[in-house]
């Protein structure tokens, strides 16, 4: 992982960040209006919204991204982080580019007072559960969805 790098989102990164969301929709068999992808775009850049994101940026080239909602919940005073979407391009999968991610999530989480990091995936995303199942623990929970 020489010349690994994360940091927070910037908006010079519009153009790769771009290329690499419309990879981690297609990874989902997801479309979404052009008019949804700028408003996130947007969300994840102002600082007074709930959302932000970190960067994997590998020899220069951005890599991956994680995108974080900060929110109260009711079981804890502190906030908790729902880490919502997680994503690395194809070429730079399998050399630790996802758990350095989630690692900086935790950092960053831990450093808005945040006491709990969660996420969600698809059950078979096998790769990433690996990386998961070494990371985190699962909650037994099942996710439903309206």
């Not at 990879?23 to 989902?28: A, I, P, R, T, V």
């Not at 590998?58 to 919940?73: I, K, N, R, W």
């Not at 559960?129 to 969805?145: E, K, P, W």
């Amino acid at each position: 992982m020489n010349g690994l790098v994360i940091r927070p989102l910037r908006s010079s990164d519009e153009a790769r960040w771009r290329f690499l969301w419309q990879g981690y929709l297609e990874f989902y068999a997801t479309r979404l209006a052009d008019e949804v992808t700028a408003g996130t775009w947007r969300r994840l850049l102002e600082p007074s919204e709930p959302l932000w994101a970190l960067v994997a940026e590998e020899d220069g080239e951005l890599a991956g991204f994680a995108h974080c909602v900060l929110h109260p919940g009711t079981w804890s005073l502190a906030r908790q982080c729902y880490l919502e979407d997680l994503y690395v391009a194809p070429p730079a999968r399998g050399r630790g580019v996802g758990g350095a991610l989630i690692a900086a999530v935790y950092r960053a989480a831990d450093a808005l007072g945040a006491d709990r990091v969660y996420w969600l995936t698809h059950e078979t995303n096998r790769a990433a559960r690996a990386l998961y199942d070494r990371v985190a623990q699962r909650s037994g929970f099942i996710h439903y969805t309206r």
